[in-house]
């Protein structure tokens, strides 16, 4: 891999860890009056009722996370540092930095009568990033020298996963209209393909 | 070590950084009044009452910082970055990222009526972190190579000093339900536990 | 390149990724009222009305983004970390960590009777980063052995780009005193000028 | 230089930079409500308005980055991480980190009846910062092998800046109690004699 994929890498990785870390900024600290005689039952309720900012917090970060690890795996093929994959890159960073605001919205309106509202907008974001991935693998196989590692049967397998996690991403959004749990259900159900397209890339290896 | 489990350990590093720094966050600017005669006299008072954010501050700082060190302590023994090792250190993380939040609701509420339920729950989250350092452990260690540098012994050291951690957090919640104070010292008196771990790591190469 | 330029480039690596991360934070969650029956078509218009606030944060991304490849780029003619580039480093380091706030007050103020302040204020800000980018080109050029690589041709090609830049901004600010959205297309426009100064830098090795 | 000097370095130069990013979040969008006639002139005062908190972000940054070049200055001479240094980078760390809270309550209150309260706060972080630098040099110091770069005569002038430096920020606290400008001036005063100390690190080697 040349030293400017590894730069690009390096500067990537930044931004999936400040973006992961910054979603911790959702639990907004609950305040209650002082010397409220029932001041710690309110607190243990105030704490309990963050159940849907703990769900979008937990969503949110395994996925990125796991998104995270799949960057790497793709970069693995990738060998040329050129504007196209430059800008591939560039749309999915903009897209993982945007990921904390859907997942802000999910935290505040899971328990509420727009939840639907909430989760459509957190899978459409999600259609973006899948499409995103779809272009950064495009704008790394156009690249691939002949003799490179991984036979063309592989990046096919991969290809077909980007895609089938685009349609399921699509999918969760059409669900969540009408369902916002269900919708938000099959997120959390894409972490083991995305997962599993880990394994692959090490067995190539 | 191989360049993948660098890679994780990097990346955490990241993590455990920018986690340290968001702690800043709690503590919020004191508004007073322009014009207000005692305005002196007050913002002093407001500096004053920011006392348990300073500890709560101190506290995690220096947990997470002394974390950080336990962690390459750790690494150190990995040679495998697996999916079992990506996963026990992708949990890790998200505590990591979460430990902001509990520290901010100590904060604003460790001179409150409701300074138990803060500290149960800060301690809480430190019982999962030690239990996340335990699997963290694990998924190490069931990857060692015969000939790996450091003892049997070195390793059974090492993990009753992560499961001591574990009984001592939970001690600490359950101490933190009516002595709140108590529960916050407990906490406070591991690290020179989790420092000496380092010592030993060091002796060992 | 020496490893001292390799450490301030790492460190501006940091600055630049994590400015760019912190743009989020100009989207706030809409608050709205628990209960009301009307919630779901008052969170979809509070998303839409966030248009401004996407206006922004993409541009602001992609300029830093462009900047971020242009500093590298910059960076390969300079072969000593004396005081004069650390300084000229600084100041564009202090102009991108400031970034994030005339971006928020775009946000907040493109759909707003202000929006030539807001947008004045933004073009303002990148007039001093491009002053900025030509005293950091002089800080380079000045160390610049004999031998090295890249002619005295491609350094002045860059320079007039860098000059070019300046004028760009420089009228984008009077523009928006007036015509706010034209100010900020100018902005927009100059994307490709900055991106085509990447080719050029990679075509000179 | 051992490898894990370099990673303490590394972890620093992390919180260095996200301690300086964190700065701008003092700047807080001016709210101005819809509709208002006279919304220009208002958003160019509120604008205006924010000189304090130019002036506490100027002075914070540039401290902060020149406080980051003599800490990889000092690290040149170390040669070991053991716990004496390790605790006392930890203590810095800290401090670093909490920088930001002085700074925003500068920015708050320097226009403010109370200026003399928010400016002898901000000076007496820096003491705090002069005393921990005082303990990182000696941690640093006492592990020196005898043949190593720099003479004793170069140590015993950091040592004597170092302790200088101590006496100007106490000096600056005391003044800024009566005279809060003069003791933010002192601050600014310093940088020429820190940005000195960078100039002699380079000659030594």
């Given at each position: 891999m040349d030293k400017e994929t590894a730069r690009v890498e390096a500067f990537s990785d930044g931004i999936f860890g400040i973006a992961m870390t910054l979603l911790i900024l959702e639990f907004r600290v609950p305040i209650l009056p002082h010397g409220d005689p029932d001041a710690r039952r309110q607190l243990i309720h105030a704490?309990?009722?963050?159940?849907?900012?703990?769900v979008a917090f937990l969503l949110s970060f395994g996925t990125?996370?796991?998104m995270w690890v799949n960057h790497h795996g793709l970069f693995k093929h990738a060998h040329k540092a050129d504007n196209r994959l430059f800008f591939a890159n560039g749309l999915l960073m903009l897209l993982v930095t945007?990921?904390?605001?859907p997942t802000w919205v999910l935290a505040e309106y899971l328990d509420h009568q727009a939840a639907n509202v909430a989760a459509t907008f957190y899978c459409a974001t999600f259609v973006l990033v899948s499409i995103s991935y779809n272009i950064l693998l495009w704008s790394v196989v156009v690249n691939r020298r002949p003799g490179?590692?991984?036979s063309e049967?592989?990046?096919?397998?991969?290809?077909?996963?980007?895609?089938l996690g685009f349609v399921a991403y699509f999918l969760a959004m059409l669900v969540a209209m009408f369902w916002p749990y269900i919708g938000v259900a099959i997120c959390f159900s894409l972490w083991p393909m995305w997962a599993m397209l880990r394994y692959y890339e090490r067995e190539m290896r």
């Open positions: 704490l309990l009722a963050l159940w849907p900012a703990s990125v996370l796991i945007f990921v904390p605001f490179a590692p991984g049967m592989t990046i096919a397998r991969v290809r077909r996963s980007y895609r």
